[in-house]
């Protein structure tokens, strides 16, 4: 039972680690148009307090292929694609829309 929840555990740690590689260098220096090149477009935005926060679904530190039923299509509504699939970012952009913080909600596995 513990192997399997240190192996959980360190897979995710993993995914976390290659988000904060790509994710930290950028705080405080890239526009949200950067962010967007790598992470694709967000799923929301909404200002709260002095930041806009972003989610983002993500299956950038991923190798698995996302099957093409889940692939957004711009302009056919909300972004309703499974957590299963991707990892889910909120990063926070300031009101120059730079970078400022970021967390990870669900990494997946």
């Known amino acids: 039972m513990w192997l399997v929840m240190v192996c959980a555990v360190g897979c995710t740690q993993t ?3 290659k988000y904060e590689g790509i994710l930290e260098p ?3 220096k890239a526009p949200k148009s950067q962010v967007n090149k790598l992470l694709g477009n967000p799923v929301s935005c909404r200002q709260e307090a002095r930041y806009e926060k972003c989610e983002y679904r993500s299956a950038f530190s ?3 292929p996302v099957p093409e039923i889940f692939r957004r299509v711009e302009g056919l509504g909300p972004d309703l694609s499974p957590y299963e699939y991707f990892d889910v970012l909120h990063l926070y952009f300031d009101g120059f829309h730079v970078l400022k913080e970021w967390e990870p909600v669900v990494i997946m596995q």
């Open 15 to 17: 995914r976390v680690k």
């Open 26 to 28: 950028l705080i405080g």
């Open 62 to 64: 991923q190798n698995n």
